[in-house]
């Protein structure tokens, strides 16, 4: 009686060709998950410019939420109202409904202080007199001709506020312009942080 050996490879073929589909199924799936992700619910943006030095250098990479609540203070990502097709990274600082005054670098929101801490950096390199923003009401900027910021609108400026293109410019952004808040800066790797 001979003993007869099995050599096992229609099953190894079997079992790599398995192997290989399941693993083409599952990147192929991984893949739509994440351009799901960043299509619906995240943004990935470069930070392009100096308009928000000194929180963020130009060729920061930033991750923002889409549709999220929108508070005072948040750092987010909007479109270009100048500029078709760009996108443009601020800080709000007026909330629907609110006054905004900037009088001898003092931000006043409804009447009463604003504290900006993000602004000590440049504010102290100054030189003495010299207002880092400019004073100016609602009522007097040529874009927003009225004391209030409107419904469903934002007034936003940029951090490095004497070269920011901001509010004062361009007037008030409407809450469908903003394409989400910056949650997380993620480079450079040294700089990460949360929001």
Partial sequence: MKDSKKTGAPEEEESFGHWLVQTIGLTVVFVGIVVLLFTFVLANDQVSG??????????????????????RGDIVILKAPDEPGALYIKRVIGMPGD????????MYINGKKYPQPFLKTYESELPSGTLYTNNFSLKTLATTHTNKVPASSY???????N??????MLGFIKKSSIVGVVKLRYWPLNQMRTF
Avoid: C, W, Y
């Fill in 50 to 71: 100096p308009s928000m030095q000194p929180t963020f250098e130009s060729g920061d990479r930033i991750i923002a939420l889409r549709h999220d609540k929108i508070d």
């Fill in 99 to 106: 006054t905004v005054q900037s009088k001898n670098d003092v």
């Fill in 155 to 161: 007034f936003v400026m940029g951090d490095h506020r």
């Fill in 163 to 168: 070269v920011s293109k901001d509010s004062r």
